[in-house]
């Protein structure tokens, strides 16, 4: 059986020239320089998005991952975004390809950045977080593959700290905090 190899990060990765071909002359470091045809590469993070939504009863939905990185872990819906895509197109496709639901309105929360492993490769990726409200969850259902389930809750230490993702993490606790100051000042009021 072949050993796994580790997680690295994609400049130590990176190996031969993506335009002619030569071996790398040293890895590991951004940018790559050929030094055969002087390409020049910068490994700049890639997008993706996140969305935080709440049922009636304020109840925030996360999502049960089916596949690495995070199998079995709570993560948000999104994914990462498409090229020639914005990321508020790239919300509303992911929300309705992971989870059937028609993203109706969103509002701009935070990003963070973020280690996404794949294939024995980690790559930086800047997720960028919405809320979001949807038409309705009556059409909620597990589409993609990715997602075994979904939950809604109210989010506690255990929820936070079973994330597959520290960004969806700081996201989620953003949102709380957000929600509780403006509980608090409505309350005052």
């Known amino acids: 059986m072949k050993k796994k190899a580790a ?3 994609i400049e130590k990765v990176w190996g031969f020239c993506p335009r002619c071909g030569a071996k790398a002359s040293k890895r590991g470091v951004n940018p790559f320089h ?3 045809c002087e390409y020049t590469h910068y490994f700049g993070p890639c997008a993706a998005v996140g969305a935080i939504t709440t049922d009636p009863e304020g109840k925030v939905l996360l999502l049960i991952r089916g596949k ?3 199998k079995g872990m709570y993560g948000l819906p ?3 975004v498409d090229q020639g895509e914005t990321v508020e197109d790239a919300l509303r496709r992911e929300v309705m390809e992971e989870i059937g639901l028609t993203v109706t309105d969103y509002r701009y929360l935070a990003s963070f950045p973020n280690q996404y492993a794949y294939s024995g490769a980690v ?3 800047m997720d960028v977080f919405f809320v979001m409200t949807v038409r309705s969850f009556d059409e909620i259902a597990v589409v993609d593959g990715e997602i075994d389930a979904w939950h809604f809750c109210h989010p506690t230490r255990r929820e936070l700290q079973n994330m597959a993702f520290e960004s969806n993490r700081r996201a989620l606790e953003l949102f709380l905090k957000q929600r509780s100051v403006r509980s608090r000042e409505r309350g005052s009021k």
Do not use: I
Request: proline residues 20%; hydrophobic residues 20%; contains cysteine.
């Open 123 to 125: 790559l930086p990726v």
């Open 78 to 80: 999104g994914g990462f």
């Open 7 to 9: 997680d690295r990060p």
């Open 68 to 70: 690495d990185p995070g």
């Open 34 to 36: 050929c030094r055969e």
